[in-house]
């Protein structure tokens, strides 16, 4: 069974400058998660998705954030304009269903210069 | 709002000792709790879930409690070896999901 699916690996960009991440889910998975990981922190929730529909965003910068996930499998995240203190590491997660065991893709390792 | 504590957020054992990672919690209407570890650079690897109706979870070396009540789970680590050495994650999953931020585990040869 092939695992959660991210590119790209390393991004490297400006501040104000825009960007965009993608993540394929395990087949079958009806949730899919974003996190932002700060160096020492844990995880954080940016949006969860379940199937098309947006579960929980609280903790998305709307004003500059922005995610979706077309058709219920692929999903994207963007970035519109970067700012210095996104510099992080951004997690993609599914699983069959809500509150069902997470699993993690590889990650983008985002620096914002 | 969940809190989420992870103690220690820094260990460093000798190879072959049995050890314990502790993990709090402030909200106890959860679903389940996951374990995972990190290695450095990598994304997060799922080790262990334990449902709330459940007290502990035990795979291989690993065993993890959980007492919902008290907002507390443990993760037992029997045995342990340098390929061990990661850090340790752990997420309360209820109305929001929460995690803590890890304790650094590094097994000495």
């Known amino acids: 069974e092939a695992g959660v699916a991210q590119s790209p690996r390393y991004k490297i960009i400006e501040k104000r400058q825009s960007v965009a991440f993608w993540c394929n889910p395990i087949?079958?998975?009806?949730?899919l998660y974003w996190y932002q990981q700060i160096l020492g922190q844990g995880p954080k929730l940016l949006i969860q998705?379940?199937?098309?529909?947006?579960?929980?965003d609280s903790q998305l910068p709307k004003d500059r954030f922005s995610a979706e996930r077309l058709k219920g499998v692929d999903s994207t995240l963007k970035i519109q304009p970067a700012k210095l203190e996104d510099s992080a590491v951004y997690l993609c997660?599914?699983?069959?269903?809500?509150?069902?065991?997470?699993?993690f893709g590889p990650g983008t390792r985002l620096t914002v210069t | 709002k969940q809190e989420v504590t992870q103690i220690p957020a820094a260990l460093s054992v000798p190879e072959g000792e049995n050890l314990v990672l502790n993990c709090s919690f402030t909200?106890?209407?959860?679903?389940?709790l996951q374990w995972f570890r990190q290695d450095p650079g990598k994304g997060l690897t799922s080790l262990l879930l334990?449902?709330?109706?459940?007290r502990e979870q035990t795979s291989g070396r690993l065993n993890a409690s959980l007492d919902k009540s008290s907002g507390r789970s443990t993760l037992y680590i029997a045995a342990s070896q340098p390929g061990d050495s990661a850090t340790y994650l752990c997420?309360?999953?209820?109305?929001?999901?929460?995690f803590g931020a890890g304790t650094r585990l590094t097994v000495k040869p």
């Open positions: 997660a599914s699983s069959l269903q809500t509150s069902y065991e997470q699993y």
């Open positions: 087949s079958g998975h009806a949730t």
């Open positions: 998705f379940q199937n098309n529909g947006v579960v929980d």
């Open positions: 909200d106890s209407a959860i679903y389940n």
């Open positions: 334990i449902q709330s109706s459940q």
């Open positions: 997420a309360p999953s209820g109305n929001d999901m929460r």
